[in-house]
């Protein structure tokens, strides 16, 4: 269970240039499922998710995570039960060491050890298994230096990575949106894969609606740091992307329809 009360964020507070990025954000999210996060640019999507994984810490409210607060942990002890994917392939890898060495990094993760564990045969059979779920061809490739893969094979290792130990908590920042459709589709359908499978709770933000629809079992919109509404797995079923445009005003050039239309 995820719980979030209260959680407010001022950027420049006193300043000319003040920004309030969240005032007051209330949710809870039990664990298994897979909300999307939706709203027009400056919502406070992105400062919402620094907040639960630690890369800002809030100026009031409280973050629980299986009942503990962790509302004020560092970003490197949350790092061990929360996983993150960004918008850009290049941030969740290490270009400069192999497919293989990286898995190994995730799979130690927070325990405050290096790569001093060998690498072994049962750990590589691990890794080529993770990896052949893609689909991708990337487990006969545990050599190859991440900075070698293209942005969307990269984006599909970060995923692995981020789901070798399963968090108890996912984070997804527009993983998809830096991607050209194809690609997009191909680690959407991998992120499905991965979720479902680990049965992982997952915070999604995206501009992509049709993600939302067809991925989600919930959808929450945001707007001026704030959860405005809620969108239930039977609601999500009958509508379509323009609906969600159109219901909640949402105005932002990023926002995608669909791949296809609307």
């Not at 061990?80 to 994917?85: C, D, E, M």
């Not at 094979?153 to 970060?158: G, I, K, M, Y």
Request: neutral net charge; proline residues 3%.
């Amino acid at each position: 269970m995820i719980s979030v009360s209260g959680l407010r964020k001022v950027f420049n507070a006193g300043t000319a240039s003040e920004k309030v990025a969240t005032s007051g954000i209330d949710l809870r999210v039990t664990a298994g499922e897979f909300v999307a996060v939706i709203g027009g640019n400056g919502a406070g999507k992105s400062t919402f998710l620094n907040l639960l994984g630690g890369a800002v810490i809030p100026d009031g409210g409280q973050i629980s995570i299986d009942d503990i607060d962790v509302t004020f942990q560092p970003e490197y002890r949350r790092a061990a039960f929360i996983s993150r994917v960004f918008q850009d392939p290049m941030i969740g890898t290490a270009p400069s060491l192999t497919i293989e060495d990286n898995l190994t990094l995730a799979l130690m993760r927070g325990n405050g050890r290096g790569l001093r564990p060998a690498h072994s045969a049962l750990r590589r059979d691990a890794f080529r298994a993770a990896l052949a779920r893609l689909g991708l061809g990337l487990e006969s490739r545990l050599d190859v230096l991440a900075g070698d893969l293209s942005g969307g094979q990269r984006q599909a290792l970060a995923l692995v990575m981020a789901t070798l130990c399963p968090p108890k908590l996912l984070l997804l920042d527009e993983h998809t949106a830096a991607l050209d459709p194809r690609t997009s589709q191909l680690v959407m359908d991998a992120t499905v894969m991965l979720v479902r499978t680990g049965r992982l709770t997952t915070l999604m933000v995206t501009h992509n609606m049709q993600h939302a629809l067809d991925y989600a079992t919930r959808i929450i919109m945001m707007d001026a740091g704030r959860v405005v509404a809620s969108i239930e797995a039977d609601e999500i079923r009958g509508l379509k992307p323009a609906d969600l445009v159109a219901r909640f005003h949402i105005q932002d050039d990023r926002i995608v329809l669909s791949q296809a239309g609307v």
